[in-house]
């Protein structure tokens, strides 16, 4: 469990928003883990954890990586959490990218699985079937939804840029939007959560977008995807999405879990994390005075 305040004291005790993707594609972890190990997944991860937790704020397992295994997989995401629950770095934001939702109750169960049988304290969500199916994640004190809104790949723009003409909430209190579907997503989404428990998915990728997005939720903390393989670039992203609380988790995966393919993976991962994490710091100076 972790509330607002203490992520937010998080961010600026580390002088970092980054948040690791721990998505352990098994085709592209090191030959060395593969041979000599009888879990691969979770040797993998407990070398990344141990070579980024000193400059991340988060971590968030892809769930689709893990359950891809049937069991065993899950028994490596369990082993997962448990040490990045345990570690001397700690503690760390944790965020389960497991996309869920569906009616109430399965709602409510999936809720379960990963904010209480796991010790996750964020879950992304996908609001698509509307508040009975958002709600249960909602019910957890001091955990989160985090619902997807603008996401930054090829596909997003199959449907969530078109127009919602007729939204008159939207309208009547953002006159200045453009009246998308994803805005209208995140404004009735915000009737059902606060800051406190509920944050949005906002792509690297639509930085263009993203000046807008933060008008329109100014008080939200927005997770962002795509910096590192992706290519979105950080300080743009930084100058238009932070709020006066900083209010972003920036995710990289590909780029610091992969960036060396032999038995240096670990340290080639801590020293991109780093060269991130300074950069952050940076940026937070130059906008922050508790940070410079």
Known sequence: MMTRSELTALIRRKKSFLCVGLDPDMERIPECIRKNSNDPLFDFNRRIID???????????NIAFYEMHGSKGWESLEKTMAYI???????????????????????????????????????????????????PFLSYQGKWAVILALTSNLGAADFQILSADG???????????????????????????????????????????LGSVRQLVPDHFFLIPGVGAQGGDLPAIASVAMNNEVGILVNSSRGILYASSGDDFDNKAGE???RLQEEMEAILGRQFSWAG
Request: hydrophobic content about 45%.
């Open 51 to 61: 070579a980024t937790i000193g400059k991340a704020v988060a971590f968030k397992p």
């Open 272 to 274: 991109e994390a780093a």
């Open 167 to 209: 939204d008159e909430a939207v309208q009547a209190d953002y006159p200045n939007a453009e009246n998308k579907l994803y805005e209208v997503v995140m404004k009735k989404c915000m009737d059902w959560g606060s800051p406190d428990n509920m944050m949005f998915v906002v792509g690297a990728t639509k930085a263009g977008m």
């Open 85 to 135: 629950a345990g570690h001397r770095a700690g503690p760390v934001f944790s965020i389960a990218d497991a996309k869920r939702a569906d009616i109430g109750n399965s709602s409510a169960a999936y809720a379960r699985t990963f904010l209480e049988s796991m010790p996750f304290d964020a879950v992304t969500v996908s609001p698509y079937m509307g508040h009975d199916s958002v709600r």
